[in-house]
């Protein structure tokens, strides 16, 4: 370090008041290298626009370095250390150098060692003038706490000798140096950088290590996710980061998709080798978009560059511009998948995040900030991370007052913000296939928020067969996406992008009947009314609870829309009401008495039926031969039902039945009064069963006789009556003793729910044979006081759930279950012990036993198990 000298770069308030950041700090020591070498140095750094700290004489000078300069060392991104012959006997030199170096490795600070007249050796060994500045030292500082300050020197000195240092010792390729380092400290420590691009830094962190800078060959990085996201500014942030110091050639292109449209692959491909290895236009000349000329490639392979090209839209873009580059950013999966060595796809901002970016364009310096929690959570919420709608709600309701806040929210969520709009609505007209971009505006108007593929492709199945491919098309382009809070199967919709596909059905036509698809309740009920629908409506649907007042439906409402996909929920549908397009019939929580009052009709691509909770209807068509692809029934809580099971049993596709709550079903009442049918099963026969009988009145021989060709033609009383593919079955709360014997020939059931079916008295022991089972639900079953015997191993049985149910003991049997993972048995208060088979479940992770108050202690290996 020089003596007392000190030199700043801005003019100060006050004396020793650093109020800016310093790029450089300069550590040196001799009066003759400041007049000459770091005069010269710190002019040519100023002279550049470096903002650099050097010492002054002014600045009085004891053993240590004062917290003045200190600060000046931790305020500085780069530090330039000049060694000297006489460096090493400045106590205050060796505790600055000690202090750099603490804070390179504390805040990631360069230091760059210059060895002026000086070989590096002698600062790192410390021998010749360096070795006699020790002698002194170790004599100067005796004791213990001296001697280990005089080791810190010595290893502060070693390590700085080992850094790299400018190979040229000339002024200018110094500046030069410190002038490409500069930008990835801006980068991530400049205070403009921080607070305009919030969220930015952490994509920046998991970004970086894809591209595993390698001189060796090229690295492909892709950035996809939906419009407005931040894609772009991702990209920009990573080129300017590593643009200015790792790379020989740097080209970004935007807008690819836009200027390829306009000024073709030629005059792109010739802006990106310009820029990428400044040639002059006649060599260009020798290139062409998609046949490379050999002397530019062999001239591009041999150059470190890094390219990034913006909103890439085809594959066909991609091979005119793909040579030599290095990072793509797009909104397609699949252009990226044949050429990316990896994808990064951009997720949205974190609550937190997005509070801070709409702070910052809501309230500037001179507005007031609101304070209501509710309102700005509630903007926050509905942009759901997406940085573009942050800025433009924040820079719309900038300085505006609450009152106005509210109005302008609501106005908002009904017609959304033009900028926005546009920005999202690229991705929906890049899709060339129209019948996608119908399959996207069904979703969005005519779909929840979350919902299940199954759901989607059963919903949308036009009959072609390629629903299935159209959707992931529509994932690929980001404007559905994988529901990752929720099970694999479920997928979202952005409200955002919701909001552009209904303003696009909005803008077909201004009369409500004239628009293809209809979900807002009050404008399905002015329709309905004024019989205002046409040819045009193709599908409808809308929240019940949304309506507010009685709907007289006019008899003819729907005589027009004989295109209509789906329709509202009524007491009987339309006698001139064309269903054979119907995919999914839902009437939940309805006051339908009965279907229909006419000659049935086919129902060929009918898929689900959900009639839940309509507790006025009495009866169901046999639709056996009208609806054969029908895959789901739920017929939860109609409690006036009285007969399903004999229509049911004939549909071969069916996989999800839900009877909960059906108490009045004729089919399952018969079972739980005809107990001679399993006697007579289980007696062998109908001769062993007249021989145990032949004492008894059998006065119910006549019914016997005149059922005795039903029975011989079934077999058995386990004669089929559910479909076989049935996946999940529930029967909650039926009148049931017994369960039905025909139950157990479903081999591929996996989901089978009992719950609360109080006259249950038992299962049978041929319950083992439902291969495919997952979970079994006996809740509340209050007369089921024995778990049955498990006679062969139940492979994929994982959950059982007899929580309050009146099981007073397991079977020994259980370890059986060799998959179970969860026993739910809470409030099973007849149950006075486990057996110790229980042990022998190795996959069982959860035991839940609360409530069992007659149950004494646990199996002894059962506590080492969970």
Not at 15 to 22: I, N, T, V
Request: net charge neutral.
């Amino acid at each position: 370090m020089a003596s007392s000298s000190l030199s700043l770069v801005i003019p100060l308030k006050e004396k020793h008041e650093f109020q800016e950041k310093y790029d450089v700090f300069l550590s040196f020591r001799g009066e003759d290298t400041r007049n000459i070498f770091a005069s010269y140095l710190y002019e040519a750094l100023c002279a550049n626009q470096i903002l650099t700290f050097m010492d002054d004489h002014e600045l009085d000078r004891g053993d240590e370095i004062s917290p003045t300069l200190r600060k000046a060392i931790q305020d500085s991104k780069i530090s330039i250390i000049i060694f000297l012959k006489i460096y090493a006997s400045s106590t205050w030199c060796l505790d600055e150098l000690v202090h750099i170096l603490e804070c390179k490795k504390k805040f990631g600070q360069t230091v760059v060692p210059i060895f002026y007249s000086i070989d590096p050796s002698v600062v790192r060994k410390q021998n010749g003038s360096y070795e006699v500045a020790f002698a002194q030292l170790e004599q100067r500082f005796k004791s213990k706490d001296g001697m280990e300050k005089v080791k810190q020197w010595r290893a502060a000195l070693t390590e700085a000798s080992n850094l790299c240092g400018p190979e040229a010792k000339l002024v200018q390729r110094i500046v030069e140096d410190i002038s490409l380092t500069l930008p990835k400290h801006d980068l991530s420590s400049n205070d403009h950088f921080k607070r305009h691009l919030v969220g930015i830094e952490k994509n920046i962190e998991k970004i970086e290590p894809l591209l595993c800078i390698d001189p060796t060959h090229a690295r492909i990085i892709g950035i996809w996710s939906m419009g407005g996201i931040g894609k772009t500014t991702l990209a920009s942030a990573v080129f300017q980061r590593l643009s200015n110091s790792q790379f020989e050639g740097c080209s970004f292109l935007s807008n690819v998709r836009e200027e390829y449209a306009r000024h073709g692959p030629d005059h792109l491909r010739k802006k990106l080798l310009s820029e990428l290895l400044n040639i002059d236009h006649d060599i260009l000349k020798m290139d062409t978009p998609f046949v490379a000329s050999p002397y530019i490639l062999s001239k591009l392979r041999r150059k470190k560059v890094l390219m990034v090209l913006d909103d890439v839209d085809s594959s066909i873009q991609l091979e005119a511009l793909v040579e030599g580059y290095d990072q793509v950013e797009h909104r397609n999966v699949q252009v990226l998948n044949k050429v990316a060595d990896n994808i990064y796809k951009v997720e949205g901002l974190r609550h937190i995040e997005s509070l801070e970016l709409f702070h910052l364009h809501a309230f500037g310096r001179n507005s007031p900030s609101i304070d209501d929690e509710i309102l700005l959570r509630k903007v926050v919420s509905y942009a759901d991370g997406n940085p573009l709608a942050l800025k433009v709600w924040g820079s719309f309701l900038n300085s505006k007052s609450k009152e106005e806040w509210e109005s302008a929210l609501n106005k908002l969520q009904m017609f959304p913000n033009k900028d926005i709009t546009n920005a999202l609505r690229i991705s929906y007209e890049g899709l060339e296939d129209k019948v996608i971009q119908s399959i996207f505006l069904d979703i969005a108007c005519l779909f929840n928020q979350s919902f299940s593929r199954d759901h989607a492709e059963s919903m949308l199945d036009v009959g072609d067969s390629f629903v299935k491919i159209r959707i992931s098309v529509l994932i690929d382009k980001c404007l559905i996406e994988n529901n990752e809070t929720r099970r694999d199967n479920e997928l979202r919709m952005h409200d955002l992008l919701r909001q552009m596909g209904q303003t696009i059905v909005r803008d077909e036509h201004k009369d409500l009947g004239n628009r293809s698809r209809l979900w807002d309740a009050k404008d399905i009920c002015d329709i309905l009314e004024r019989n205002m629908g046409t040819e045009t409506v193709e599908g409808i649907s809308f929240n019940m609870s949304k309506i507010i007042r009685d709907v007289n439906v006019c008899r003819a409402a729907f005589s027009n829309m004989c295109n209509l996909l789906g329709f509202v929920p009524l007491k009987t549908l339309p006698s001139n009401f064309n269903l054979r397009n119907l995919v999914e019939l839902i009437l939940c929580d309805s006051n339908i008495q009965k279907l229909w009052n006419r000659e049935a009709q086919g129902l060929p691509v009918l898929r689900r039926m959900d009639l839940s909770y309509s507790k006025l209807l009495t009866k169901i068509p046999d639709l056996s031969q009208l609806a054969p692809n029908l895959e789901s029934i739920n017929l939860e809580c109609c409690s006036s039902l009285v007969q399903v099971l004999p229509f049911v049993q004939s549909f071969h596709k069916l996989t999800n039945l839900n009877l909960n709550g059906c108490s009045k079903l004729r089919e399952f009442k018969e079972i739980s009064r005809s107990r001679w049918y399993l006697d007579l099963v289980n007696c062998g026969g109908i001769k062993n069963f007249l021989s145990n009988n032949c004492q008894q009145k059998l006065t119910f021989l006549k019914s016997f006789t005149n059922n005795i060709s039903s029975l011989s033609s079934c077999g058995s009383y386990s004669c089929q009556k559910f479909p076989v593919n049935l996946i999940v079955l529930h029967l909650r709360s039926l009148p049931i003793e017994a369960v039905p014997l025909s139950i157990v020939s479903l081999s591929g059931l996996v989901e089978l729910d009992f719950g609360e079916c109080k006259r249950l008295k038992s299962l049978p022991t041929s319950i083992c044979k439902l291969e495919s089972l997952e979970s079994l639900d006996l809740r509340y079953c209050s007369k089921l006081e024995k778990f049955p015997e498990i006679l062969e191993p139940m492979e994929h049985l994982t959950n059982l759930t007899i929580s309050r149910a009146g099981i007073k003991e397991l079977s020994k049997s259980i370890d059986n279950l060799i998959s179970l993972k969860a026993l739910t048995a809470q409030s099973c208060k007849e149950i006075e012990f486990l057996p110790n088979k229980l042990c022998d479940l190795r996959k069982l992770t959860s035991l839940y036993l609360e409530g069992c108050s007659k149950l004494q202690k646990l199996p002894p290996l059962l506590l080492d198990i969970i």
